[in-house]
T-cell receptor
Framework: AQTVTQSQPEMSVQEAETVTLSCTYD???????LFWYKQPPSRQMILVIR??????QNATENRFSVNFQKAAKSFSLKISDSQLGDAAMYFC??????????FGSGTQLTVLP | EPEVTQTPSHQVTQMGQEVILRCVPI?????FYWYRQILGQKVEFLVS????????KSEIFDDQFSVERPDGSNFTLKIRSTKLEDSAMYFC???????????FGSGTQLSVL
C-alpha cells in the first residue's frame, strides 16, 4: 500500500516570491511515479508536474520544479515567481504504473498581492 | 490538448435514487478510473477499468456502485441507491499505454438530498 503525507494544510506566499510545498510518501515498490496536481476553486484537477522514480534528475516545468529525494521518500514542489493564478489547493500523489493514484490531503496555497 | 469530458457538471438527486455519471475518456486511452472527493477532503480512488473489466477497486466501491463502458466511447459510474454520504465531486480519469500521465475530467458534483 502507498501513503502520501502533506504536513502543511495551508501556506502563503507573496506575489513574485518562491514557495516550497512539502510531501513525503511511502511505498514498497521500486518503480513508481510522483505527481503534483493543482485544484483551483473550479475543483478541476490539473497536473502540474510529474517525476518518474527511476530518474535522478528533478523534473521542471517552467516556474515549477521538484526536489525529489528518493532515499528520504520526499517530493517537494517549488514554485518560483509566484503569481496570483497559482493560488489553489495542491495535492501530491503517487502511483505504481497504471494503478490508482494515492493522494495526500492537500496544501491550500494563498498568494498575497 | 485532448480532454476527458464529464456530464452532467452538477447532479442533484433524492436519497435512494439511482444516478449515472457519464464520462468520455480520451479516444486512444486504455485505462479508465473514477475518483471522488468529498468537500474539503482528499481525492479518493474508487475503481480502475481496463480491457472491459474492473482491474482494481477500493473499499468505497461496494455493491451499490458499478461501472460500464457500453459503447467503446462512454465510461459510466452508476450508484444504485444513493445515500447522503455519496454527496461528493466525482472525477473520471483516463490514461494511455505506459500510463505516464493521468488526464482528469472536470468532475460531476453529486448532491444527495
Amino acid at each position: 500500500a502507498q501513503t502520501v503525507t502533506q504536513s502543511q494544510p495551508e501556506m502563503s506566499v507573496q506575489e513574485a516570491e518562491t514557495v516550497t510545498l512539502s510531501c513525503t510518501y511511502d511505498t514498497s515498490e521500486s518503480d513508481y511515479y510522483l505527481f503534483w496536481y493543482k485544484q483551483p476553486p473550479s475543483r478541476q484537477m490539473i497536473l502540474v508536474i510529474r517525476q518518474e522514480a527511476y530518474k535522478q534528475q528533478n523534473a521542471t516545468e517552467n516556474r515549477f520544479s521538484v526536489n525529489f529525494q528518493k532515499a528520504a521518500k520526499s517530493f517537494s514542489l517549488k514554485i518560483s515567481d509566484s503569481q496570483l493564478g497559482d493560488a489553489a489547493m495542491y495535492f501530491c500523489a503517487s502511483a505504481v504504473g497504471a494503478r490508482q493514484l494515492t493522494f495526500g490531503s492537500g496544501t491550500q496555497l494563498t498568494v498575497l498581492p | 490538448e485532448p480532454e476527458v469530458t464529464q456530464t452532467p457538471s452538477h447532479q442533484v438527486t433524492q436519497m435512494g435514487q439511482e444516478v449515472i455519471l457519464r464520462c468520455v475518456p480520451i479516444s486512444n486511452h486504455l485505462y479508465f478510473y473514477w475518483y471522488r472527493q468529498i468537500l474539503g477532503q482528499k481525492v479518493e480512488f474508487l475503481v480502475s477499468f481496463y480491457n472491459n473489466e474492473i482491474s482494481e477497486k477500493s473499499e468505497i466501491f461496494d455493491d451499490q456502485f458499478s461501472v460500464e463502458r457500453p459503447d467503446g466511447s462512454n465510461f459510466t459510474l452508476k450508484i444504485r441507491s444513493t445515500k447522503l454520504e455519496d454527496s461528493a465531486m466525482y472525477f473520471c480519469a483516463s490514461t494511455g499505454q505506459g500510463a505516464r500521465k493521468l488526464f482528469f475530467g472536470s468532475g460531476t458534483q453529486l448532491s444527495v438530498l
